[in-house]
Each structure stands twice: as structure tokens, then as C-alpha cells.
């Protein structure tokens, strides 16, 4: 419990988003040399959870919808490609450092970077490996870009990839992804709870 504890706190307060990472640092700062008593990274997300409500409430709140709204205005910019939110900020659990990752289904990845330019966005391209099962990785292109002061770290799947999303580095479940009327309904929710 206290190493979730400890890579949850990490995790908030460097901005780190890879459990394994935060697992590592938590061991060498509790003196843990067993990799058998490390926490499974459920135990850290909700850790996580905790850390923020009990810690940092109302500012991780306001956080939190910042990060969403800045998301939405992501997610409308690039309509024309199905966008969907995924990740820390979706489920909650993104710190002040976290960027906005979303989900973009397109005939190319270079469709994307022409809606960008026309907008006069800058961006570059990158690659991100996902798993699906414990044996099979996939490699997709990344479009990152700035949004306000946020960035934004967009994959993009073939249009068909909306049918099977790739597992989630929490539980190894298919990942949650939600569009922009099921990410404004959470923000109205969200801002009902202030009244």
C-alpha cells in the first residue's frame, strides 16, 4: 500500500504518466528491492484518486476541467475525424502536468497534418506502439500539437480502428474512449457538482 501510495504522490507531483516508471522511483525512495511487492497499477490509479481528493481537492478539480476543456476545444477542431478522449483525463486521475491524449480514426495520418496546417497549427509527428493483447503491438503514427498551454498527443487508427480500442496500461482492458457529447456531458456534470 504505501509503495501505491508513493508512486500515486510522484505521479501528481512530477507529472508522470508511465506506472512502471512511478513504481521504480517509488521502490528506490521506500528502499524496496523486491519487483514481487510492487503494486499492480490499478492499486496505483487508485491511489491516485485518493491523493487528489485528499491532498489537492477543489485545485485538482479546476484542473481537471481546464484539462477538459481545453480537450473539447481539441476534439472540435478535429470533428472531422471521429475524436475521442482517452487516458488520465478522461478517468480523472491527470495531474496539472498531464497532456490531453486523444484518439483520431483517419485514411491517413496525413490527412490530419494538412487539417493542422490549414489551420495554421504547429505540430509534428511521432509513433506510439499499443497493445492489444500481451503479445501483439501495434504501431501508429502521433500528431502532437499545442492547445492554450496544454499539449495535445493525438493517435491516429485507421478509420476502422473506432471498432477495437487498444488496451489500457491501468487494467490491460480495452481502453475507455469518449467523444465530445459524452466529454461535455461529463464537464455539465462537473459543473452542476460547484452548485
Do not use: C, W
Request: glycine share 4%; charged share 25%.
Amino acid at each position: 500500500m504505501a509503495l501505491a501510495q508513493e508512486a500515486a504522490r510522484i505521479m501528481s507531483e512530477q507529472g508522470i504518466d508511465d506506472y512502471g516508471l512511478a513504481k521504480r522511483k517509488a521502490a528506490e525512495r521506500l528502499g524496496a528491492t523486491d519487483i514481487a511487492v510492487l503494486p499492480k497499477n490499478t492499486e496505483i490509479e487508485a491511489a491516485l484518486a485518493a491523493h487528489h481528493r485528499l491532498f489537492e481537492g477543489d485545485k485538482h478539480s479546476t484542473a481537471l476541467s481546464a484539462l477538459r476543456r481545453t480537450a473539447l476545444q481539441a476534439m472540435k477542431l478535429l470533428d472531422s475525424f471521429q475524436p475521442r478522449l482517452v487516458g488520465p483525463v478522461l478517468s480523472g486521475t491527470a495531474s496539472a502536468h498531464s497532456e490531453v491524449n486523444l484518439h483520431l480514426f483517419a485514411d491517413s495520418p496525413e490527412r490530419v497534418t494538412l487539417h493542422l496546417m490549414d489551420k495554421n497549427i504547429p505540430h509534428h509527428l511521432a509513433e506510439r506502439r499499443l497493445r492489444y493483447e500481451p503479445n501483439r503491438l501495434v504501431s501508429y503514427p502521433v500528431v502532437q500539437f499545442v492547445a492554450g498551454d496544454r499539449e495535445i498527443d493525438a493517435v491516429v487508427f485507421p478509420i476502422d480502428g473506432i471498432r477495437q480500442s487498444p488496451a489500457s496500461p491501468v487494467d490491460g482492458k480495452p481502453m475507455r474512449r469518449a467523444d465530445a457529447a459524452e466529454l461535455e456531458s461529463l464537464l455539465e456534470s462537473e459543473s452542476s457538482d460547484y452548485y
